[in-house]
């Protein structure tokens, strides 16, 4: 029994005893649906704590009754009691099986990660709860497990979080703040980094109050038989009572004398921290303090001017500003200096802080809280690598923290990682994509993700500016609408009082409608709505759609030279205009500057499949020859027999159309072109057939280094052929009769486009993936946040 179990790392194996995999079968469906389970435990204990922040995440409702099963070595043992009437002890069972009470992954994502989490949990039952933690060594070897796991990991297992994650986290809660998580972060940041993440998603635990337990019938029985007179006295029972009353005295002083501890231990690092708090302040008195912490309620305005941090120049040495902005990070050196990098969008600046009480005041703000700085522009001899405004840095004179960061969820600094610090230590953190978007609101800090969505609004305000230079007319059509837009299953369906409505796939319809009320000239920035299942890189199920439509005099081709122009305004006004913008996305994400001409270069579907046919397979022979694997090469093959035999009036594929854009930067040097001429099978109801052959359509795509960003055609604005193509098409015609009706009564040639806004610039900017330029995407998966 002296024996201690060396501290290891869990197995990353799937295996397990019978007990445990018996123990993560699935529970009955009716079992999912109840209203509450029992839990007989010690509500002070760690392991009720983690029951109740299971049931918390997976949404069961617990009751707590008084419980008293205890282990030999002293450890409380939890009971959960289902509606069954079948009890289930000790804590990682009753996790478990609060944890199968709804489909989900927490109990790990497949088979393999089950076995990961069980191995994790038996770790932290042996190796953290069954040790007393108080020393520092014993948390010491527990941070090493954990630094050392979770170098390359957000969470233990997996990509989210894990019943492993919340026991181990519960478990570590108080050792980590008792020992300072500041400190431990010093020698453990991923340790720590990964603890604040998940208690943060954890949450507040609040554990109520213990009832009376439940008296089972055969309890009773038993109590009725003890109190009945004995026959025959128990020898000795007395004395065991005395005994027992004994011990019970011992455990409930010790179990004062530890809450006292604990207690004083709170207070004396509360006291700790109020050293460097700093004084509450309000707007009424904060100028007769030099630091502090301002709390704004828009009881006066002031007479500070600000500037912003990317105006700081050496231009304005020796004078002082105001400037309000985030710590992005502080290093304390010594008692008395302290520096803080302050970020204001995609610009920062050092900012250096003397003085003991001030400094110490600096050195205790937590990343990403906003503060009011007051400071004197000075110019460093060496410029400042670490801040975008280098060549200045502010000697501060008064600081007010006006909003008080907690913990965050994941470090801006592993968020912010250029792509190639990983290939120099691959051991770095890598925030993974759910991550991200999980915390998003933390995520959009970034310098680079500022830098995103700031070309973002460049792109739509370079897209109405010129639209309107060149007479369109700004409209906002209906989201709500009684058929599907552009015909097809991928349309959402909401209920709409005593019918159904649908979410508009595109204001296709309501553009030409607008241009038959004689507005010639018409574009829509609005959302678009597409039931695609799909979770490609591309694609996603709400986007913002950059639409216009106009009418034309003789050819479409006028469209054509609209949309061309168009993107050329875009593109020079997005070098010339987000220089600073485009840098910082490069500094994180490397990528090539767009090539392009004016005007652009422009082919037929056939020519473009011909060049296909004629120049793709060398590009796919190098990629076959390249490959790594059998697997690999057989996907490369298979795709280079495709290319090799495609037909004239084939559809191309994504893969195809890669491997054209690749051909056109190297036979033509431009990654934006336009195919014309689509087959008519490809094609929506309303695309006007070619007049020459009507295998063909006057339809076309427009694509952004291999990719379509834009599609669109002339329309059929004849009422009689467009119904004949609404019938073919099977789209029922009254729920788009009032469309069909515009057209009778008079009706202009017209042709238009639809842009996928986020797409272009995912592919200006050749990111990898559009859910890094959606401020908040949906996908099938993702409604939140």
């Known amino acids: 029994q002296g024996f201690v179990r060396p501290r290891k790392r869990p197995s990353s194996r799937s295996g397990g005893s019978l007990r445990v995999a018996l123990e993560r079968a699935p529970a009955p469906a009716s079992a999912r649906r109840m209203a509450a ?16 922040a ?36 000790h804590v990682n069972p009753v996790i478990r099986r609060i944890g199968q009470s709804i489909e989900g992954s927490i109990s790990g994502a497949n088979f393999v990660e089950e076995g990961q989490v069980d191995s994790w949990l038996e770790w932290v039952a042996l190796e953290v709860d069954h040790h ?60 720590v980094r990964w603890a604040r993440t998940c208690l943060h998603q954890i949450g507040d635990v609040v554990v109520p109050k213990a009832a009376p337990a439940a008296v089972a019938p055969a309890a009773k029985k038993a109590e009725a038989t003890a109190a009945a007179p004995a026959e025959t006295p128990a020898a ?85 500003v105001w400037v309000r902005a985030r710590v992005h990070n502080s290093r304390k050196q010594g008692g008395k200096l302290c520096f803080l990098t302050l970020r204001q969008d995609v610009a920062t600046v050092q900012a250096v802080v003397f003085g003991n009480e001030m400094a110490g005041f600096a050195g205790a703000l937590p990343d990403e809280s906003v503060v009011d700085v007051f400071g004197k522009i000075a110019c460093p001899d060496v410029p400042i690598a670490s801040a975008t405004m280098s060549d200045v ?42 991550v991200r978007l999980d915390n998003r609101v933390i995520d959009l800090r970034t310098v680079a993700n500022q830098a995103i969505f700031r070309i973002q609004s460049g792109v739509c305000t370079l897209f109405r500016e010129f639209l309107l230079k060149h007479q369109f007319q700004e409209i906002h059509t209906p989201k709500l609408i009684g058929g599907a837009s552009e015909g097809g299953a991928d349309v959402f369906r909401v209920d709409y009082f005593e019918g159904n409505a649908y979410l508009a796939q595109s204001p296709q319809l309501y553009k030409q409608m607008a241009l038959m009320t004689d507005m010639p000239r018409v574009f829509e920035i609005g959302p678009i709505f597409r039931s695609e299942k799909s979770f490609t890189h591309r694609h996603m199920t709400e986007f913002t759609g950059l639409d216009l439509e106009m009418t034309f005099k003789d050819h479409y081709h006028e469209v054509l030279e609209v949309l061309d122009g168009l993107f050329n305004h875009i593109f020079e006004g997005l ?10 996305v490069r500094s994180q994400y490397p990528f090539e500057d767009l090539k392009w001409k004016y005007p652009c270069k422009r082919l037929t579907f056939k020519e473009a499949v011909g060049l296909l046919r004629s120049k793709g397979p060398a590009i796919l022979q190098k990629r076959l020859e390249a490959a790594a694997d059998d697997y690999n090469r057989k996907i490369i093959q298979r795709h280079l027999d495709s290319v090799k035999a495609h037909e004239d009036e084939e559809d191309i594929s994504t893969e195809d159309e890669k491997v054209l854009g690749q051909v056109m930067l190297q036979e033509f040097g431009e990654e934006l072109y336009i195919i014309d001429k689509f087959p008519k099978d490809t094609r929506p109801f309303y695309t006007m057939p070619d007049p020459a052959d009507p295998r063909w359509t006057n339809a076309y795509d427009i694509f952004l280094r291999g990719e379509e960003i834009t599609s669109g055609a002339q ?71």
């Not at 957000?154 to 026991?167: E, F, K, M, N, P």
């Not at 238009?752 to 592919?763: F, N, T």
């Open 37 to 52: 389970l029992q839990l007989a435990a010690e509500a002070s204990a760690a392991s009720t704590s983690k029951s109740f």
């Open 54 to 89: 299971v049931a918390k995440l997976v949404g069961v409702k617990l009751q707590l009754v008084a419980g008293a099963e205890r282990t030999p070595s002293g450890l409380p043992v939890p009971v959960l009691t289902l509606p069954s009437g079948q009890r289930i002890r």
């Open 132 to 191: 007393d933690l108080g020393e520092a060594s014993d948390l010491e070897a527990i941070c090493e497990v954990l630094n050392a796991h979770l170098r390359t990991r957000t969470y233990l297992v997996g990509q989210r979080l894990t019943l492993a994650d919340v026991s181990a986290a519960v478990s570590l809660r108080q050792p980590f703040e008792k020992a300072g998580m500041d400190a431990l972060r010093e020698k453990y940041p991923h340790a």
């Open 236 to 320: 000795g029972g007395e004395k065991d009572a005395k005994k027992e009353e004994k011990k019970k005295a011992k455990e409930d002083e010790k179990r004062r004398k530890e809450e006292e501890k604990k207690k004083k231990e709170e207070d004396q690092k509360a006291a700790a921290a109020a050293k460097f708090m700093g004084p509450s302040l309000t707007q009424s008195d904060f100028e007769s303090q030099a630091f502090g912490n301002l709390f704004i309620q828009s009881i006066k305005r002031t007479d500070r001017t600000w500037t912003p941090v990317s105006e700081l120049t050496k231009d304005m040495k020796d004078k002082t």
């Open 393 to 434: 840095e502010l000697s501060v004179e008064k600081l007010y923290c006006v909003g008080r960061s907690q913990a965050l969820p994941l470090q801006l600094a592993d968020a912010s990682r250029p792509e190639s610090e990983y290939d120099k230590d691959p051991t770095l953190v890598r925030v993974g994509q759910d």
């Open 575 to 584: 070098q010339t205009r987000f220089k600073r913008e485009i840098d910082a």
């Open 715 to 785: 329309r059929i604005h004849d009422p009689k052929m467009l119904a004949e193509r609404v019938e073919a098409m099977g789209i029922p015609l009254e729920s788009i009769q009032p469309y069909v009706d515009a057209f009778k009564y008079g009706s202009y040639p017209h042709a238009g486009a639809g842009i996928g806004m986020e797409r272009v610039v995912m592919l200006f900017l050749n990111l990898n993936n559009i859910r890094k330029t959606s401020m908040f995407p949906r996908d099938p998966k993702r409604l939140t946040p």
